[in-house]
């Protein structure tokens, strides 16, 4: 048997660089994003039925709890779409795909979500 055979694959005990970190963010926010377009929608249903519905749904959007839900739906999509404006970059050419471009790039995208949920947050509270 081979000496040198890789003896630690406990994702949890590898230090991930920034590209990883990034990716696995990109994929977690893609899933809610997914989940968040049933919410948005039976909520756009509620208000549109009728105008108790759109007064039902306005008081629901005033409590803390869905707005810290939609805040984390907002976040989710704005790093998403970061996330995905690098990918596209990427893969039409403009961003280099090496080592130093991967990092910066996905230091960017963190970055300019952070703000954009920054955003997000004072624009809903
Ligand atoms: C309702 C809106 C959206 C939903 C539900 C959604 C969901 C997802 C999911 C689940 C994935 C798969 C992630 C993975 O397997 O790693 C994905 C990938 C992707 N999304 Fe979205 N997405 C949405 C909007 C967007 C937007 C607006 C952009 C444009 C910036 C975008 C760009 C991408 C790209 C480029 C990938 C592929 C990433 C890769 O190659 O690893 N998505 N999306």
Same mark, same amino acid.
């Given at each position: 048997?081979?000496?040198?055979? %890789? ?9 991930? %660089? ?12 893609g899933?809610?994003t ?16 009728s105008? !108790? ?5 306005? !008081? ?35 961003? !280099? ?29």
């Amino acid at each position: 048997m081979k000496k040198q055979r %890789p003896v630690n694959l406990d994702l949890r005990t590898i230090n991930q %660089p920034v590209s990883a970190i990034a990716s696995i963010l990109h994929r977690i926010s893609g899933v809610i994003t997914f989940i968040a377009v049933g919410i948005l929608l039976w909520l756009l249903g509620m208000s549109l039925s009728s105008q !108790e519905g759109f007064l039902q749904a306005s !008081e629901i959007m005033t409590g803390f709890f869905a707005k810290f839900i939609l805040w984390g739906i907002l976040t989710a999509l704005a790093y998403h779409i970061c996330g995905g404006i690098r990918h596209v970059l990427m893969d039409f050419g403009f961003l !280099e795909e090496n080592l130093v471009t991967g990092s910066a790039s996905a230091k960017v995208a963190i970055v300019i979500a952070v703000i954009l949920s920054i955003l997000a947050g004072v624009l809903l509270w």
